[in-house]
């Protein structure tokens, strides 16, 4: 692998990995995905990008047979608790979305909420997903629209922390349905798009915004590069604002509208990881 995507993936994981107390606010999308996928009793999932596994135990307690992958080995450790917690059975494992450890037409369903999508190679991502489902399996996902609060609030971190290495693609682009049909190609049939909410909590905008600085890697990530103190002034009440339009004073909540994609594998792509 190029030495730059390598540093950049390297650059995820240490951002990602102080993420889990953010986790409460995707439980209940966790829910909207594996029943928008139609996950049944039996069938073997593989839930992509699993971070904390707030998908993959929700899918294990649907009685699926559920595998979960992660680049940030902090995020599978609260993962395993959950698991245990719960009672259920997941097979963790520690990897790579753009090389997945698993063989050709393995899972039935193949899951990812908010994590392929930051995937530096989108295309070598969407292949190694289709390369491990079954020919009639599903894939579904979870991602966040560039014109809704939470793609622009990745889009002003980027824009202050500066171009990733060799043009890697805005992950918000996944939540293009224009840019989705093209990604998955003319291998899968019956392309399915729905809009569900999430609410995350918080006393004030500003304070939505400084559990993004400590625990959401992207925004964490330009905090530790140490900003000079204007242009920190100006990202913060840039962010501010944002949240401001987003912000339900009567719940206490932001509203984070999201993407959901299902597709089903019509025959196998012939494209092929480049990992």
Known sequence: MDTAFAEFKAAQRKGWAFFAPLEIATMTAAAKLVTFAGVKPGQRVLDVGCGTGVVAVTAARARAQVSGLDLTPELLAAAKQHSALAGVEVEWREGDAEALPYDPATFDVVLSQFGHMFAPRPEVAAAEMLRVLKPGGVIAFSTWPGELFTGRMFQIAARYAGPPPQAVPSPVLWGDPAVIRERLGAGVKDLRFDR????????????????????????????ESSPE?????????????????????????????????????????SLASTS
């Open 229 to 269: 103190a204007a242009k920190l002034a100006d990202f913060r009440r840039e962010y501010d604002a944002l949240v401001e339009q987003y912000f339900d004073s009567s719940s206490n909540c932001v509203r984070q509208d999201f993407l959901m994609t299902r597709a089903t594998l019509l025959t196998k792509p």
């Open 196 to 223: 569900a909410t999430m609410w995350n909590a918080a006393l004030s905008p500003a304070h939505h915004r400084d559990q993004s600085e400590r625990f959401a890697g992207p925004v964490k990530r330009f905090i």
